[in-house]
């Protein structure tokens, strides 16, 4: 299983990190120093039409040594692109684009499966997309979409139980689990201790975002990175 140490980025600085731990360049450094493979970062000015940190994702991306998966809502082709011509090693499709199978062929055909991740937020079951153009999709509902996305050939998707996001309420590994036959299941939301990733490792999960828990320091990187060795 692997581990994503979260990079969310907003007005320049790693959300609500300490003062501290707020530069998005060190946060990477000390992530690589820590052990870690992969980051996941997330531009929230840009997921949620805020403006965006386009030359700082950019410096990141070049600058990381270790590899980035790029998530937030990104929705056109285009932005996917040009993440993974600066460096990305996957970018996560938002759902808005997920809900299009010509686009999801599309990105398949054109990156690989190992560099296109799918986005899948979810509340009560049904895909719920966050930022912009939610508005425009369609309830979709979350174990019918996982089976299109494994039939078009995709191998990750991102599970993110919306109500649980930031909370450090515990992840919703059960409805991951769901997901998880021919996929490759990344956990998202809500991940507040290391009986968390215990629990997300037993359930063959393929990998955790963890942002919250780590700022607050209620574990540290390398303890997590033990835990799902």
């Known amino acids: ?17 300490p003062t501290a731990h707020a ?10 120093r820590a052990g870690a493979r992969w980051v996941h970062f997330v531009d929230l000015d840009r997921a949620f039409g805020r403006g965006d940190n386009r030359d700082l994702t950019r410096a990141c991306l070049q600058a990381a040594t270790m590899s980035v998966q790029v998530g937030g809502g ?13 460096g990305a090693a996957r970018v996560v499709v938002g759902a808005v684009a997920a809900a299009d199978a010509g686009v999801v062929d599309r990105l398949l055909a054109r990156h690989g499966a ?15 997309p966050r930022g912009r153009g939610r508005e425009d999709v369609p309830k979709i509902e979350v174990v019918g979409l996982a089976r299109r996305l494994r039939e078009q050939g995709a191998r990750t998707v991102v599970y993110t139980d919306v109500t649980r ?19 490759e299941v990344i956990i998202s939301g809500g991940v507040a201790s290391l009986d968390d990733l ?32």
């Open 1 to 17: 299983m692997e581990l994503y140490p979260a990079v969310d980025v907003q007005g320049g600085r790693v959300a609500r990190a």
């Open 23 to 32: 530069d998005p360049l060190a946060a990477l450094e000390r992530y690589a």
């Open 74 to 86: 990104i929705s056109t082709e285009a932005a996917i692109d040009e993440l993974l011509a600066w």
């Open 114 to 128: 190992e560099r296109i991740a799918v986005g899948i937020d979810v509340r009560n079951g049904k895909l719920a």
């Open 165 to 183: 996001d930031g909370t450090l309420a515990g992840p919703d590994v059960s409805g991951a689990r769901a997901l998880n036959d021919g996929l």
């Open 198 to 229: 215990r629990a997300a490792r037993a359930a063959g999960l393929a990998g955790a975002i963890v942002g919250r828990a780590l700022h607050e320091a209620r574990f540290t990187l390398a303890e997590a990175l033990a835990c799902v060795a």
